[in-house]
């Protein structure tokens, strides 16, 4: 996530010296995905961010791709976040952490926080801005409080993005295994379900079932990790459910207000929906000391009574209900516009050559790109390493064969 300034485009992929210092030896297979997942992952974090103009204009933006200068505000001085525009305009040559998204944020750039920095592209702004900080503005990240990539971490380990406090966690690091990225969308962290219990009535209900680590410690003093998984527990029913220290069993059994359940008041006919959350709540459910990992359309499932927005309110999480919040909303905004106006280079190029060179363009180019992918193919079906040479030989090949059929003054395209 780290990234040196100077070359954002690349950003997310900055360690081209360190692999060219050591034999690259990876499947293809590998190359081409990582490849085609950091072009996503680039587009997708920067394609809904303004790369020309300072975002401060627009306000507190609802989420945007947001940098700190470790050159301009380093650790112990006041945090300040920057957009990508300014990233480019302003610190292009200052050391950058990369924060990816976050949300209700308006840039800092020049503010009176920067001693020595004025902004080139929107100089006039106001002292201070009302942004939220947290400690990845000094790169640092999870409750370990590490930087990432950390040269002293030699787990691999996926970082995730709690969606209430927008911090990074280790995977390791959430009181619980995560499922499979691709099992759950969305995840809130230990801390900010301790801040907001009432997530937990809603996560027997929605919640990704997470393996739960139980630390078991027999009479010979031997210590047993348990995997314990929810499913299992669920199947065994309410009553055969495992306590451990970490987990309460919470049950509300509060009756309901009498006039709500007998008594409709005509005036009150348009409020007598009931209250999803007091529903849930009226059941028996867990709560545990771990992160919690949601599903696509968990948000649009919480209750938006009046008691329940005020209660969002007064946690400081009214996001919660909003579905445009959320980091794949603005990545699909980002797509999309980037999509709209994205230009083929290739048809740039041909617009200004005559028909002959076009016809001669795009039959080398078809060819190139097939002959490629079918020769790459045969290593990544095998498995086999690419190495370097495989690269030169393919394109020498190519040339040869391209030369053989200029002889001929033949163009096929294949
Ligand atoms: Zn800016
Ligand atoms: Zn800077
Ligand atoms: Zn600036
Ligand atoms: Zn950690
Ligand atoms: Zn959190
Ligand atoms: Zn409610």
């Known amino acids: 996530m780290e990234k040196e300034a100077g070359e954002p485009e690349t950003g997310l992929g900055g360690d081209e010296e ?4 050591e034999e690259p030896v990876v499947s293809l297979a590998e ?7 950091l072009e996503k992952e680039a587009r997708a974090v920067l394609g809904g961010s303004d790369h020309e103009r300072c975002s401060y204009s ?39 952490f990369e924060l990816y998204t976050k949300r209700n944020f308006r840039c800092d750039c020049g503010n009176s926080k920067f001693k020595n920095l004025q902004c080139k592209l929107l ?4 002292n201070v801005n009302p942004n939220k900080y947290n400690d990845n503005f000094y790169g640092l990240y999870c409750v370990c409080k590490r930087p990432y990539p950390d040269p002293e971490d030699e787990i691999p380990d996926e970082m995730i993005q709690c969606i209430v406090c927008e911090d990074w966690f280790h995977g390791r ?24 219990p009432f997530l937990w009535a809603y996560a027997s209900q929605l919640a990704v079932p997470t393996v739960t680590k139980v630390t078991l410690a027999t009479e010979d003093g031997v210590v047993l990790n348990v995997e314990e998984n929810e499913d299992v527990k669920k199947e065994n029913g309410a009553d055969h459910q495992v306590k451990t220290e970490e987990e309460k069993l919470v049950q509300n059994n509060e009756p309901s207000t009498s006039s709500a359940s007998t008594c409709k008041l005509p005036t009150a006919k348009n409020e007598a929906s009931t209250c999803k959350l007091q529903e849930l709540q009226a059941k028996q459910y867990l709560k545990k000391n771990t992160a919690t990992f949601w599903p696509h359309t968990w948000r649009s499932k919480l209750c938006t009574c009046r008691e329940c927005v005020k209660m969002y309110s007064d946690l400081d999480i009214p996001f919660l209900t909003d579905e445009c919040d959320t980091v794949l909303a603005y990545e ?18 041909l617009s200004s050559m005559d028909r002959v060179q076009q016809v001669e363009l795009i039959c080398e180019y078809n060819d190139l790109k097939t002959e490629l992918k079918d020769y790459l193919r045969r290593f990544a079906d095998e498995g086999t390493v690419v190495k370097r040479e495989d690269i030169q030989q393919f394109f020498e090949e190519f040339q040869s064969r391209k030369r053989r059929r200029t002889d001929r003054m033949q163009y096929y395209c294949s």
């Open 332 to 349: 699909n905004k980002g797509t999309r516009d980037q999509e709209a106006d994205r230009r083929d280079p290739l048809m740039d190029t």
């Open 123 to 126: 100089p006039e702004k106001a």
């Open 31 to 37: 190359v081409l995905a990582e490849n085609e997942e």
């Open 18 to 21: 360190e692999r060219n210092a």
């Open 173 to 196: 690091h959430l009181g619980a295994v995560p499922p499979d990225s691709g099992d759950f969308h969305e995840m809130v962290c230990q801390a900010c379900m301790d801040r907001c």
């Open 58 to 96: 627009q306000g507190a933006v609802k989420r945007q791709a947001l940098y700190a200068c470790s050159t301009c505000t380093p650790p112990g001085e006041e945090p300040a976040g920057i957009c990508l525009a300014c990233s480019y305009e302003c610190h292009g040559t200052h050391k950058l």
